[in-house]
C-alpha cells in the first residue's frame, strides 16, 4: 500500500471507528483465568445472569454520549438488535472535537448510520457526495476493514459485530476488582449498581458501571478511561427492550463502497 493510500485509509478508518458510536468501548484483555483473582461469587453469579438475560432480549432502544479528548464529542440514538449478527439504525450528532470539524468538511454534522450484518452504512453529506458521484452513502464493508487496516481493522470489525449492550456486562465480568455499589434510581426505573476497572485494547485501565433492573436487564452503563488522544467517557441508557429493530440497506444507486472509493483516489484531499 503506497504512503498516500495508507493515509486515505487511516483517515477514513478513524472516522469509522467515530462513527460507530457504541464500539469504542467493548474490547478487553482478559487476563489468564489462572492468575485472575476471584471476585465475590454472588456478583459474579448475577453478572452471568445479566449477561445472559441481556443477551436473550434481542433489541432495545439507544440513547448514548460519547466523548474522546479533543478529537470526539457525539450523541446518539435509534434501536439496535443483535440475535442474529448485529442490526439496526442510529442518528448521530457531533457536538464538538476535531472529528466534528471534519464532518463539517463532509458537508454535515448529524447522520444516519445502519448496522447490517455484513456492513456498517452511514449517510454523509452533499460535499462527500460531490467526491463520490452524487452518492450519499458510504459502505464500510467488514471483510475489506483488514485490507484497509490490516489488523486493527480487523479488530474494529470484531467489534462491530458484538456491539451489543450485553457485550459491557461481558467487559465487566473480565474485572478482578467487579462488586456491588448499591441500589440506584435511574430514569424512574429501581436498578441495582454494579462497578469494576478492566483492561482494555486502546487505553489503559478502564471503569466499567453498569445499572440494571429487576428483570436483570442492563438500563444504562458508563465507561471511563484515557487513550492516545485524551479522556473517554461513554454513557448510554437502554429502555425498551423488544422493540423492533428492522433496518434495511441504503439504496444501492445511492451508495459508495469505501474500498472503490479509496482505489479511484475519489477521496483525495479531504
Known amino acids: 500500500m503506497t504512503s498516500t493510500r495508507a493515509r486515505r485509509s487511516a483517515f477514513w478508518i478513524a472516522l469509522l471507528t467515530a462513527l460507530t458510536a457504541l464500539a469504542a468501548c467493548t474490547s478487553s484483555d482478559r487476563p489468564d483465568e489462572e ?38 464529542s457525539m450523541k446518539a440514538h435509534g434501536t439496535l438488535a443483535w440475535g442474529d449478527g448485529l442490526t439496526g439504525t442510529l442518528t448521530i450528532t457531533y457536538t464538538g472535537g476535531t472529528t466534528a470539524e471534519t464532518m463539517r468538511r463532509l458537508g454535515t454534522t448529524s447522520m444516519e448510520a ?8 452511514a449517510r454523509m453529506g452533499e460535499a462527500f457526495a460531490e ?13 475489506d476493514l483488514k485490507n484497509l487496516a490490516g489488523s486493527s481493522g480487523a479488530d474494529l470489525a470484531e467489534q462491530m459485530r458484538g456491539n451489543a449492550p450485553h457485550t459491557s456486562v ?35 485501565t478502564q ?60 477521496l483525495d484531499g479531504t
Open 35 to 72: 492468575d485472575r483473582p476471584t471476585p465475590s461469587r454472588a456478583v459474579t453469579a448475577a453478572l452471568r445472569t445479566v449477561e445472559r438475560s441481556t443477551d436473550r432480549a434481542d433489541s432495545a432502544r439507544v440513547k448514548s454520549t460519547t466523548t474522546v479528548g479533543s478529537a470526539l
Open 207 to 266: 471503569t466499567v458501571d453498569i445499572w440494571v433492573d429487576d428483570r436483570d436487564l442492563l438500563v444504562k452503563k458508563v465507561e471511563k478511561g484515557r487513550t492516545a488522544t485524551g479522556a473517554l467517557t461513554q454513557t448510554a441508557y437502554y429502555s425498551d427492550y423488544g422493540v423492533q429493530a428492522a433496518v434495511h440497506k441504503p439504496p444501492e444507486g445511492d451508495t459508495a463502497d469505501l474500498k472503490d472509493l479509496l482505489k479511484r483516489g475519489a
Open 114 to 121: 445502519r448496522y447490517l450484518p455484513d456492513a456498517y452504512y
Open 131 to 143: 467526491k463520490a458521484d452524487g452518492k450519499h452513502w458510504i459502505k464500510y464493508a467488514y471483510d
Open 170 to 204: 461481558k467487559l465487566l465480568l473480565s474485572s478482578t476488582d467487579v462488586r456491588k455499589v448499591g441500589e440506584e434510581t435511574v430514569s424512574g426505573v429501581r436498578t441495582t449498581r454494579y462497578s469494576g476497572t478492566v483492561r482494555v485494547e486502546g487505553a489503559t
